[in-house]
T-cell receptor, first 112, second 116 residues
Framework: EDKVVQSPLSLVVHEGDTVTLNCSYE??????LLWYKQEKKAPTFLFML????IEKKSGRLSSILDKKELFSILNITATQTGDSAIYLC????????????FGKGTLLTVNP | DAGITQSPRHKVTETGTPVTLRCHQT?????MYWYRQDPGHGLRLIHY???????DKGEVSDGYSVSRSKTEDFLLTLESATSSQTSVYFC???????????????FGPGTRLTVL
């Protein structure tokens, strides 16, 4: 059974702090790892990672994948209150149906 | 906006009643998914579809059925709702038909279902 574990489950920081969110996985046939941000609505796509060591970056957010150690991290620098959300990690374990297995998410709260 | 709508957006029902949730897409994509989201559990796959009349079970399919009679609509039915099915339900699509890899899923706005 595919498994995705995120840590920490919740995190409270102050504006301006840098945070690192973790995602480890065990899947039968890895295809890709995805990060989503969820505010009080539907999850929105952030990054897709398929290769080890290649950083994906968008503004203050960045992510990297280690396929040997089976984990990914999502970094957020200079956090803002608008970064407060649940961050979800998901893994696509191949096959022809593109199914995703999600972790439980990390609830990030950024205080002013 | 991935062109996905869900209806109803909110529903309150009683235990034992049947409930059908609808997911509608405007972009003609082949793959559609139903998830439920509960505190402490993240998103869990209920059922998915890989074409008209082609569906399969996810990890939490007990108590749910689905139907897909046309590409744009994917229906989720709770035959006899129970309080444990109180949840937020999300529909998602993979955009394979537009030439993408298909890995990324795009989500509808969600339906909040309360079973009393």
């Amino acid at each position: 059974e595919d498994k995705v574990v995120q840590s920490p489950l919740s995190l409270v920081v102050h504006e301006g702090d840098t945070v690192t969110l973790n995602c480890s996985y065990e899947v039968t046939n890895f295809r890709s790892l995805l990060w989503y941000k969820q505010e009080k609505k539907a999850p929105t796509f952030l990054f897709m990672l398929t290769s080890s060591g290649i950083e994906k970056k968008s503004g203050r957010l960045s992510s990297i994948l280690d396929k040997k150690e089976l984990f990914s991290i999502l970094n957020i620098t200079a956090t803002q209150t608008g970064d407060s959300a649940i961050y979800l990690c998901a893994v696509n374990s191949g096959g022809s149906n593109y199914k995703l297995t999600f972790g439980k998410g990390t609830l990030l709260t950024v205080n002013p | 906006d991935a062109g996905i709508t869900q209806s109803p957006r909110h529903k309150v029902t009683e235990t034992g009643t049947p409930v059908t949730l609808r997911c509608h897409q405007t972009e003609n994509h082949r793959y559609m998914y139903w998830y439920r989201q509960d505190p402490g559990h993240g998103l869990r796959l209920i059922h998915y579809s890989y074409g008209v009349k082609d569906t399969d079970k996810g990890e939490v399919s007990d108590g749910y059925s689905v139907s897909r009679s046309k590409t744009e609509d994917f229906l989720l039915t709770l035959e006899s709702a129970t309080s444990s099915q109180t949840s937020v339900y999300f529909c998602a699509i993979s955009k394979t038909s537009s030439g993408g890899r298909g890995d990324e899923q795009f989500f509808g706005p969600g339906t909040r279902l309360t079973v009393l």
